[in-house]
């Protein structure tokens, strides 16, 4: 069985870095694209980043171009999100999701399995 487990969400001030880790266990990490989304309060969830198997390419919404940087370690069955320069209207819940593709996909019904979420709130 599949388990995604977020880890590093937190309180941080605006301007501020966050980085946000998702080990996986259970089933194959090999061969599947990783992603993160996000869900703010009384909104819909959101894509945020992916990256493809094994790592060449990446996808990103474009309100954290520029800012978040989206890297897997394949040895150690372990996706990131590095946020920099954060804003408040980056809180959210953040989950860490496994495709059912190899490609960085920003479609969220090509996501078979999902992590808890970790809060991340960023305060003005």
């Known amino acids: 069985q599949v388990q995604l487990v977020e880890s590093g969400g937190g309180l941080v001030q605006a301007g501020g870095s966050l980085r946000l880790s998702c080990a996986a266990s259970g089933g194959t990490f090999r061969l599947f694209g990783m992603g993160w989304f996000r869900q703010a309060p009384g909104k819909e969830r959101e894509f945020v980043a992916a990256v493809s198997w094994p790592g060449g390419t990446t996808n990103y919404a474009d309100s954290v171009k520029g800012r978040f940087t989206i890297s897997r370690d394949n040895a150690q069955n372990t996706v990131s999100l590095q946020m920099n320069s954060l804003k408040p209207k980056d809180t959210a819940v953040y989950y860490c999701?496994?495709?059912?593709?190899?490609?960085?996909?920003?479609?969220?019904?090509?996501?078979?399995?999902w992590g808890q979420g970790t809060q991340v709130t960023v305060s003005s």
């Open positions: 999701a496994k495709a059912r593709v190899s490609v960085a996909t920003v479609h969220a019904d090509e996501y078979l399995y």
